[in-house]
Protein backbone atom coordinates (compact mmCIF):
# COMPACT_ATOMS: atom_id res chain seq x y z
CA UNK A 1 0.00 0.00 0.00
CA UNK A 2 1.43 3.37 -0.98
CA UNK A 3 -0.04 6.40 0.97
CA UNK A 4 0.87 9.88 -0.82
CA UNK A 5 0.58 13.74 0.62
CA UNK A 6 -0.07 16.29 -0.95
CA UNK A 7 -1.34 19.96 -0.71
CA UNK A 8 -3.20 22.37 -2.39
CA UNK A 9 -1.15 24.35 -5.10
CA UNK A 10 -2.59 27.44 -3.85
CA UNK A 11 -0.56 27.27 -0.62
CA UNK A 12 2.27 25.89 -2.06
CA UNK A 13 2.53 27.71 -5.22
CA UNK A 14 4.87 30.40 -5.85
CA UNK A 15 4.19 32.89 -8.60
CA UNK A 16 5.80 33.23 -11.71
CA UNK A 17 6.36 36.79 -11.36
CA UNK A 18 7.91 36.51 -7.58
CA UNK A 19 10.03 33.91 -8.41
CA UNK A 20 11.48 35.75 -11.86
CA UNK A 21 12.10 38.75 -10.01
CA UNK A 22 14.33 37.08 -7.06
CA UNK A 23 16.25 34.60 -9.34
CA UNK A 24 16.88 37.39 -11.95
CA UNK A 25 18.50 39.43 -8.97
CA UNK A 26 20.54 36.39 -7.84
CA UNK A 27 21.65 35.96 -11.94
CA UNK A 28 23.02 39.18 -12.58
CA UNK A 29 24.03 39.82 -8.87
CA UNK A 30 26.66 36.57 -8.55
CA UNK A 31 28.53 36.78 -11.44
CA UNK A 32 28.70 40.73 -11.95
CA UNK A 33 30.41 40.05 -8.50
CA UNK A 34 32.47 37.76 -9.78
CA UNK A 35 33.84 40.24 -12.69
CA UNK A 36 33.90 42.81 -10.61
CA UNK A 37 36.66 41.11 -7.76
CA UNK A 38 38.79 39.28 -10.69
CA UNK A 39 39.01 42.79 -12.18
CA UNK A 40 39.07 45.14 -9.42
CA UNK A 41 42.60 46.62 -10.21
CA UNK A 42 42.12 47.13 -13.90
CA UNK A 43 38.64 48.94 -13.05
CA UNK A 44 40.05 50.86 -10.40
CA UNK A 45 41.23 53.86 -13.07
CA UNK A 46 38.52 53.86 -15.38
CA UNK A 47 35.86 54.03 -12.68
CA UNK A 48 38.03 56.51 -10.08
CA UNK A 49 36.97 53.73 -7.11
CA UNK A 50 39.90 52.01 -5.28
CA UNK A 51 40.30 48.58 -6.20
CA UNK A 52 39.79 47.46 -2.75
CA UNK A 53 36.40 48.83 -2.65
CA UNK A 54 35.86 47.21 -5.59
CA UNK A 55 37.22 43.76 -4.33
CA UNK A 56 35.18 44.40 -1.46
CA UNK A 57 31.97 44.72 -3.11
CA UNK A 58 32.90 42.27 -5.70
CA UNK A 59 32.87 39.80 -2.96
CA UNK A 60 29.43 41.29 -1.05
CA UNK A 61 27.91 40.84 -4.32
CA UNK A 62 28.93 37.12 -5.03
CA UNK A 63 27.37 35.80 -1.12
CA UNK A 64 24.66 38.04 -1.72
CA UNK A 65 23.98 36.86 -5.39
CA UNK A 66 24.15 33.18 -3.97
CA UNK A 67 22.10 34.23 -1.27
CA UNK A 68 19.83 35.23 -3.72
CA UNK A 69 19.40 32.48 -5.92
CA UNK A 70 19.27 29.66 -2.77
CA UNK A 71 15.82 32.12 -1.79
CA UNK A 72 14.88 31.87 -5.69
CA UNK A 73 15.08 28.13 -6.12
CA UNK A 74 12.97 27.22 -2.96
CA UNK A 75 10.29 25.05 -3.77
CA UNK A 76 8.05 28.09 -2.36
CA UNK A 77 9.88 31.79 -2.63
CA UNK A 78 9.22 33.46 0.89
CA UNK A 79 7.21 36.44 0.52
CA UNK A 80 8.63 38.17 3.87
CA UNK A 81 12.80 37.40 2.37
CA UNK A 82 11.82 38.63 -0.70
CA UNK A 83 10.71 42.02 0.77
CA UNK A 84 13.25 42.21 2.26
CA UNK A 85 16.15 41.64 -0.24
CA UNK A 86 13.73 44.04 -2.56
CA UNK A 87 14.04 46.93 0.09
CA UNK A 88 17.89 46.04 0.70
CA UNK A 89 17.86 46.26 -2.96
CA UNK A 90 16.23 49.73 -2.85
CA UNK A 91 18.10 51.07 -0.16
CA UNK A 92 21.91 50.26 -1.90
CA UNK A 93 20.20 52.10 -5.01
CA UNK A 94 19.71 55.02 -3.04
CA UNK A 95 22.68 55.01 -1.22
CA UNK A 96 24.79 55.20 -5.05
CA UNK A 97 22.60 57.91 -6.27
CA UNK A 98 23.68 59.64 -2.92
CA UNK A 99 27.48 59.02 -3.30
CA UNK A 100 26.80 60.62 -6.93
CA UNK A 101 24.57 63.42 -5.69
CA UNK A 102 26.89 64.52 -3.17
CA UNK A 103 30.20 64.20 -4.82
CA UNK A 104 31.08 61.85 -2.52
CA UNK A 105 34.62 60.23 -3.39
CA UNK A 106 36.42 60.94 -6.97
CA UNK A 107 34.84 59.11 -9.62
CA UNK A 108 35.27 59.55 -13.01
CA UNK A 109 32.85 60.30 -15.70
CA UNK A 110 32.15 56.49 -16.56
CA UNK A 111 31.99 55.91 -13.16
CA UNK A 112 29.68 58.14 -12.52
CA UNK A 113 27.96 56.46 -15.03
CA UNK A 114 27.98 53.20 -14.27
CA UNK A 115 27.24 53.98 -10.65
CA UNK A 116 24.29 55.92 -11.53
CA UNK A 117 22.95 53.29 -14.06
CA UNK A 118 22.90 49.99 -11.88
CA UNK A 119 21.61 52.62 -8.73
CA UNK A 120 18.53 53.00 -11.65
CA UNK A 121 18.65 49.32 -12.59
CA UNK A 122 18.78 48.32 -8.84
CA UNK A 123 16.26 50.83 -7.69
CA UNK A 124 13.65 49.15 -10.26
CA UNK A 125 14.88 45.50 -9.46
CA UNK A 126 13.73 46.38 -5.59
CA UNK A 127 10.45 47.84 -6.53
CA UNK A 128 10.12 45.10 -8.64
CA UNK A 129 10.60 42.37 -5.92
CA UNK A 130 8.36 44.07 -3.31
CA UNK A 131 5.60 44.37 -5.73
CA UNK A 132 5.83 40.34 -6.70
CA UNK A 133 5.93 39.27 -2.89
CA UNK A 134 3.13 42.07 -2.13
CA UNK A 135 0.89 40.76 -5.04
CA UNK A 136 -2.27 38.95 -4.36
CA UNK A 137 -2.39 36.63 -7.11
CA UNK A 138 -5.58 34.35 -7.47
CA UNK A 139 -5.51 30.24 -8.23
Known sequence: MT???????????????????????????????????ALAGVLTEPFGIPAGVLLGAGLFFVAWGAAVLFLGFRPVVNRRATIAVGIVNMVCAVDGLIVQLAGIG?????????????SVVVLALGALQVFAATRRTHA
Do not use: M, Q, Y
Not at 8 to 33: M, N, Q
Not at 106 to 118: H, I, K, P, W
Open 106 to 118: ELTTLGSVVLVAL
Open 3 to 37: ATITTPATTTATPKLLREAVLLDGFATLPSGVLLA
